[in-house]
């Protein structure tokens, strides 16, 4: 047997740094969602009994609210694509995908805690 069959193979550190993006951009569309939750619940509770007009407010407010994170999506998924491309294997590269997982998850907690 050659020496190089009997060694595991390693994932490249470019191979991570895109499924790790891929993940980051799957839990970022989970979090427009969870922020739609968030603005209608808190919409709602400043809003509520105040009639027919209330009911509009919460429309506006979660429409408005996809909208922005839409907006905000597209430039992390664009920026960080782009950032990670240019900085594989680096550490900040590394601490950036570690902060981006935490803060869409803290979100998507957030929405449940809500």
Same mark, same amino acid.
């Given at each position: 047997m050659r020496e190089d069959e009997t060694?595991?193979?390693? !994932?490249?550190?470019?191979? *991570?740094?895109? &499924?790790?993006? !891929?993940?980051?951009?799957? *839990?970022?569309? &989970?979090?427009i969602l969870a922020v739609r939750h968030i603005a209608r619940a808190i919409s709602a509770?400043?809003?509520?009994?105040?009639?027919r007009s209330s009911y509009w407010a919460l429309v506006n407010v979660s429409n408005w609210s996809v909208v922005a994170m839409a907006l905000i999506w597209i430039v992390v998924a664009v920026g960080g694509g782009e950032f990670h491309r240019s900085r594989v294997g680096q550490r900040s590269s590394w601490r950036l995908f570690g902060w981006t997982i935490g803060v869409e998850v803290a979100i998507y907690v957030l929405s449940l805690l809500v």
């Amino acid at each position: 047997m050659r020496e190089d069959e009997t060694k595991p193979k390693k !994932i490249s550190a470019s191979v *991570l740094a895109v &499924l790790l993006w !891929i993940v980051t951009a799957i *839990l970022g569309l &989970l979090d427009i969602l969870a922020v739609r939750h968030i603005a209608r619940a808190i919409s709602a509770r400043i809003w509520s009994g105040t009639g027919r007009s209330s009911y509009w407010a919460l429309v506006n407010v979660s429409n408005w609210s996809v909208v922005a994170m839409a907006l905000i999506w597209i430039v992390v998924a664009v920026g960080g694509g782009e950032f990670h491309r240019s900085r594989v294997g680096q550490r900040s590269s590394w601490r950036l995908f570690g902060w981006t997982i935490g803060v869409e998850v803290a979100i998507y907690v957030l929405s449940l805690l809500v």
